[in-house]
């Protein structure tokens, strides 16, 4: 994953589960060997860390129907 790909927050343990946000940034690791991703979230209209192992690739949004609606609360 690189600086400015959509990433969908695949992990049901994290919050933002289902959100869909662009890569902007990266802050150091997390052990063991799992890099904090900054993602800007539009529906939040804000960025968070999020452990790239909680993120996987968006791919157009084939996999956003079968995952919980990100909502704003």
């Known amino acids: 994953m690189e600086l400015g790909d ?3 927050v695949a992990d ?3 919050p933002l589960y ?4 662009k890569i902007i940034g990266r802050r150091g690791a997390r052990p063991p060997d799992d890099t904090w991703i900054l993602v800007y979230l539009p529906i939040r209209m804000r ?4 452990p790239e192992s ?3 690739p968006d791919k ?3 996999d956003i ?3 919980v609606s ?3 609360t």
């Open 6 to 8: 959509l990433v969908l």
């Open 12 to 14: 049901p343990r994290h």
């Open 18 to 21: 289902g959100c869909v946000g």
């Open 47 to 50: 960025s968070f860390l999020i």
């Open 54 to 56: 909680f993120l996987k």
């Open 60 to 62: 157009g949004g084939e």
């Open 65 to 67: 129907s079968t995952m």
């Open 70 to 72: 990100c909502v704003k």
